[in-house]
């Protein structure tokens, strides 16, 4: 998926690793490889997903790989900061029920902290042109900065319809329509040469709201801004980034404030 997006771009894709020294035991044994063995271990399994990557692209596609030690989040986090990254794109891999809720994973972290755009994309998924992308939001105005620019470079490049979704749960009290469509303003500024149309739908469960929207409009992303407050502090929370992650089994593209 990652490799069809920078042949669609005509960039650079960058394949990356990281690795972490195995801590011992107390009272066991154990031979510790070396930081060079880790780091050539690394690199020759970059090689092998590189050359299988070429032998399908060929010279079309500019790859590198990068090898670092240290924790994931941590590791991917700085090299983007320090090397411009506009996206980082990575694997979502389904996991039991109490792993979910108390260890989450690298993806979810990232979407949480990222300084770029990350784009999850589950293992079962093949790459499609997103002509159908579903926006889920709160309709607040997005800000300081173009939160939305990455989006509509997206939905530009692959010629994509975003439907801007916002899920009221019937339960909470009237919201107030009329600052709901005053804030439109800032969509249609940010969208700006993108065919975009507004939806309301209604659901307790947020989660659940956006995935039925997306199976049954038959689309192919969904995009969300984990924001700190209001909608997107319910879906960026403890349990429910999670849920929104690990449940959807289209690519799910997180977009930062």
Known sequence: YAAEIARAVKTTLILF????LPVPTADVTLLIPSIEELEQNAQENLGRIKKGIQDKYGNELSIQCVSECGFAVDEINRYTQQHKVDMIVVGMQGTGYL?????????????????????????????KHPKKIVLACDYLKTGDGDILSPLRNFAK????????????NPLDPKPELDK???????????????????HHIKD??????????AMQRQMDM???IPRRHTFFK?????????KMAFHTSLPLLALHE
Do not use: Q, W
């Open 17 to 20: 690793n990281s690795y972490r």
């Open 99 to 127: 792993s979910e809720r108390l260890f989450g994973s690298t993806t979810t972290d990232l979407m949480k902290v990222a300084a770029c755009p990350v784009l999850s994309i589950d293992k079962h998924v093949r790459f």
């Open 157 to 168: 490049l692959f010629g994509s319809h975003v439907y801007i979704l916002n899920v009221v």
């Open 180 to 198: 709901t469509v005053n804030d439109y303003v800032s969509f249609e500024d940010s969208l700006e040469g993108t065919e975009h149309t507004f």
């Open 204 to 213: 307790e469960d947020v989660v659940k709201g956006i995935n039925d929207f």
């Open 222 to 224: 969904i995009v969300t």
């Open 234 to 242: 319910t879906i960026f929370s403890e349990p429910v980034t999670k």
